[in-house]
């Protein structure tokens, strides 16, 4: 019994722990021994000798074939660690893979404190290895170059580098100018033919990261083995990461000039249908007179008119009436074509500084780019007779080429069409631009084709995927024939699950009744938990894990006294989005102090690392094993109003009216606990970003499900979450309107739905390796999915790997309907989770009070630090509950009152009605009053706060 348990064990976990034989569920015990036959599988005399138990355990290493750990291992884990962490540098994260590795090696895995002092010490290793791959580049002029970056230029007082970080504030011909003349300048330093190939995206990423969030004095003190590298990265990433503002610049000025010029289009229409009546009245007087000729002579003919129609009006009604027949005012492209003067403040440089490239070859706009690149530079004047235009579309066809336009209207016009195609091709990745993140050839976000034949066996170990298709197809394709007699079977039923008139109809579930017992547990818990201001809810939660210590600042300078105080408030300022100077007031702080402070400590990546550590807290009380495991997740866009011009904001008349605003996405646990957040444009949809958070997910919840509404799917993203080894499963509501797909070559029955698609397992088997390289380097972090996604979506001619993608999900989603609609506990299930996030947002728009819950930030990095503090605050107050709500039932239990462990899933720690968030007033008589009760006035050199 004893050795098949240790079997077992080292088989699932690769290492056995020290107190093994206590730590094994009862139930797997039980098992084992029933296989045995063994009785009741009792384990308290196993091993009473030290040798059996040794002897044991090399009988078990022979037959798995393990072997233990030597120290001269080392040798080869190191240099294949150093790899990882140039391309993942967080710890815990490193030890994960080691420990897999190790598994995989058929190693059984040391003492773990032997493996954390090998990773602790990679990150020097990791260093010196990537000076050693960037030396090459490193010449002296380079060095120079760098160097001069830190320096501030004569007659300014700001370094080339501070320059370099200033993110645009706009979407403006003048930020785009200004964003053009930083490419111009590292332009100058020939980044663009730096090689750093041998430098992993992410490893380059995280120092430029480095260098973006630390002043030039202290990159100036680092050691040249850190200094150069770190600089390198922050000038190469910041030549891609301009590139794309400058485009994403255009793109949002494209939008801002349609939408005015529509809005004046629909104006003029306004105004035509107005001025119609009056301009046909005033006309038919005057015809009317010129027809009279019986009483009008023909030379009393214009006094006569003039007697009656003063000529002003005349003119007005002539006027109105060319206007409902020119034809070109027809469209608001004729509006657009009177914005072109702005247009053209940045379009040359922008065709002159951005090498675009063609992917689509299938048509002429090749030569047409060339061409108005050519007029807009200045090398040609004339728009020749024969100009390329079979790439124009339709309505810029008829806009462009009709005769309505003259001689001198038409190259404006011509250029505009040019450049609107442009624009939409660059969104789809017909034209790319190279290097780029978000507008670059589709191929490159993929690891290369040659360093994917060498990583692939450890990416697909990792994925826990084969290398080949036929078992995982194989599988997938045996889950969905096990599933269409059962469906068939259910239908014939006519349960909750029935057709009608061929119909597919699902009744709701009724609303899950909470029990009484479980009501009055969660009203007696209502009653005892403290009164307690939100501040102190800060104050005990850092007492406890004191995570204000993940938050360090930019200088690592040394903390005073009042530092958490300070930073706390900032913390709670930013969260509730109460700007600093109210927060300097209410909590009688220097304003500065906390401007510093918010400036210096609180940063995206260390905002993360502080609620990872909430969250992990979070995790570990018992209370919250009863809401779930932590394996299980949903996400939901929260939308926020914005005031003034954002760049990432956009209109959705349903949330905002007449405004514009963001989302903040969420992801959620089914503990509560909110281990990902992240702001993205309105009207992007959920389905792009569901899978960023859960692949970046450093916390200790190892999600293994995710769901998310209707909105949060799509064949792709089905297909995914399959392939990195993720259950998704969202709640469908158009299920009746559901295309489902057979399998090509496989004479099954099916049920009677709407299986109307057809899918060819085949294909996909010849595409299988691309799947693989996609989902390798998704897991790898060389891309996130919500780029790729998007790119994807917005590509009109699908490539292959689209195709191959949409197949592969079309079977998974297929599969996943007939669980979903065979399994109410799965639906009661996932209903259940969003109900969860539901209420996590309610307590999110309750803390998010200040400013009336406007966002005032115009930088998305700004608003995504708020949005990690929102979280922040959300996870404590989470914790905080969840602490007490344990300390209630303890109390509770020892008053004999009746608690039961069936009630504690209906509990909930996301209530805030004891919680008070707007701090304390007094109403004391002030002090310093006068004898009639009157202050002094401030000095103005005094501060406000």
């Known amino acids: 019994m004893g050795l098949a348990l240790q079997l077992g064990v080292l088989r699932l976990m690769g290492f056995l722990p020290e107190a093994w034989t206590s730590q094994l569920p009862p139930e797997a015990v039980a098992f084992v021994a029933m296989q045995l036959k063994t009785g009741d599988g009792r384990l308290a005399g196993y091993g009473a000798r030290q040798q059996t138990r040794s002897d044991h355990f090399i009988a078990v290493l022979k037959h798995l074939g393990y072997r233990k750990w030597e120290p001269l291992d080392v040798s080869w884990l190191e240099p294949w660690l150093v790899e990882r962490a140039l391309e993942h540098d967080r710890d815990r994260a490193l030890l994960a893979m080691t420990c897999r590795k190790l598994h995989q090696a058929r190693i059984v895995r ?18 010196q290895e990537t000076y050693r791959r960037l030396a090459p580049l490193l010449t002296d002029e380079v060095r120079q ?34 964003a053009l003349d930083k490419l111009r300048y590292l332009d100058g330093l020939s980044v663009a033919a730096w090689d750093v190939s041998s430098l992993h995206p992410n490893r ?48 949002a000025f494209w939008e801002q000039s349609l939408a005015k010029a529509r809005r004046a289009h629909d104006q003029y229409q306004q105004q035509v249908v107005a001025a119609k009546d009056t301009a046909l009245r005033t006309l038919a007087q005057a015809v009317a007179i010129v027809l009279d000729e019986d009483r009008t002579p023909a030379r009393q003919v214009r006094p006569s008119i003039y007697a009656q129609v003063p000529r002003e009006d005349l003119v007005l009604a002539w006027e109105a009436v060319q206007t409902m027949l ?31 490239r063609q992917g689509f070859a299938g048509d002429d706009f090749g030569a047409a780019l060339q061409l108005v690149s050519e007029l807009q530079t200045g090398r040609r004047r004339k728009l020749p007779e024969q100009a390329p235009t079979d790439f124009l579309k339709p309505t810029w066809r008829k806009f462009v080429l009709g005769d309505q336009l003259s001689a001198e209207q038409q190259r404006p016009a011509y250029e505009l069409a040019v450049l609107a195609t442009l624009r939409d091709r660059l969104r789809s990745g017909d034209v790319y631009v190279a290097p780029s993140h978000r507008y670059a050839d589709l191929s490159s976000y993929l690891i290369p084709p040659a360093e994917w034949e060498r990583v692939r066996p450890e990416r697909c170990a990792q994925l826990g995927l084969p290398p080949v298709t036929t078992d995982r197809l194989t599988e997938r394709l045996q889950e969905l024939e096990d599933l269409l007699g059962p469906m068939r079977q259910l239908l014939k039923a006519g349960s909750d699950v029935r057709l009608e008139a061929g119909e597919l109809v699902v009744t709701r579930p009724a609303a899950e009744e909470v029990p009484a017992g479980a009501k009055a547990l969660q009203q007696e818990i209502g009653r005892r938990l403290p009164a307690v201001d939100l501040t102190d809810i800060l104050v005990e939660v850092n007492a406890w894990l004191g995570f204000t210590a ?37 909590a009688a702080l220097p304003y500065q102090s906390l401007w510093w402070t918010a400036s210096n400590y609180l ?58 605003g963001v989302t903040m996405q969420t992801h959620s646990s089914d503990q509560y606990a909110q281990y990902g957040s992240k ?160 209420e996590l947002h309610a307590l999110r728009a309750w803390l ?18 708020a949005a990690r503090c929102l979280t922040l605050l959300t996870n404590c107050v989470l914790l905080w509950n969840t602490v007490y709500m344990q300390e209630v039932v303890q109390q509770l239990r020892a008053e004999g009152y009746p608690v039961k462990e069936a009630h504690f899933e209906s509990l909930s720690p996301s209530r805030y009605e004891h919680i008070n968030r707007l701090g304390k007033y007094s109403f004391a008589n002030p002090a310093h009053l006068d004898p009639l009760h009157r202050r002094p006035l401030r000095h103005p050199s005094e501060p406000m706060a």
Request: with cysteine.
């Open 848 to 865: 998010w009070f200040g400013s009336e819950g406007v966002i005032r930030r115009k930088q998305q990095e700004a608003q995504s630090e």
């Open 204 to 251: 380059q990423k995280r120092l430029a990261l480095l260098a973006r969030s630390r002043s030039n004095r202290h990159l100036e003190r680092l050691p040249a083995a850190k200094r150069y590298p770190v600089l390198v990265a922050f000038v190469r990433e910041s030549y891609l990461t301009l590139t794309d503002e400058v485009l994403g610049m255009v793109d």
């Open 603 to 660: 940063r995206d990546e260390t905002l993360k690392s502080a609620n990872n550590l909430l969250v992990n807290e979070h995790h570990r009380q018992w209370l919250a094993s009863y809401w779930g495991d932590g394996t299980f997740s949903s996400s939901d866009g929260q939308r926020f109003a914005v005031s003034g011009k954002v760049r990432n904001a956009r209109a959705l008349p349903t949330y905002f009216g007449t405004g514009r």
């Open 145 to 178: 170059q760098l160097d001069a970056l830190l320096l501030p230029e004569a007659g300014r007082n700001l370094t080339r580098h501070r320059w370099l970080v200033q993110p645009a504030t706009a979407s403006n011909p003048a930020a785009i100018a200004t």
């Open 326 to 356: 020119y034809p070109t005012r027809h469209s608001h492209l004729s509006f657009l074509a009177k914005r072109y003067p702005l247009f053209k403040q940045f379009t040359p440089r922008l065709l002159e500084q951005l090498g675009f």
């Open 679 to 838: 702001v993205v444009p309105a009207t992007l949809r959920d389905a792009t970003v569901v899978l960023d958070e859960i692949v970046d997910n450093e916390t200790d919840l190892a999600i293994a499900e995710h769901t998310t509404d209707t909105a949060g799917y799509s064949d792709i993203i089905f297909a995914l979450f399959d392939l990195l080894g993720l259950f998704f499963c969202p709640r469908m509501r158009d299920l009746a309107d559901q295309r489902l797909y057979k399998i090509r070559g496989q004479d099954w029955t099916y049920p009677d739905l709407k299986f109307t698609g057809t899918l060819n397992p085949d294909y996909i088997r010849r595409h299988w390796d691309e799947l693989l390289r996609l989902a390798g380097s998704i897991q790898s972090g060389r891309v996130t999915a919500s780029l790729f996604i998007g790119k994807l979506q917005a590509y009109p001619r699908q490539n292959h790997l689209t195709y191959v993608l949409q197949a592969y999900g079309q079977l998974i989603k297929t599969r996943f309907i007939l669980r979903y609609l065979q399994s109410q506990p799965l639906r009661q299930r996932i209903h259940a989770q969003l109900n969860k996030g539901e």
């Open 110 to 127: 040391p003492a773990i404190g032997t493996l954390e002092r090998l990773v602790g010490g990679i990150s020097d290793l990791a260093t």
């Open 550 to 586: 993940h938050l360090p600042g930019l200088e690592h300078a040394p903390r005073g006294e009042e530092h958490d105080t300070r930073l706390l408030a900032t913390l709670l300022a930013t969260g509730c989005n109460i700007p600093l100077s109210d927060m300097a007031r209410s």
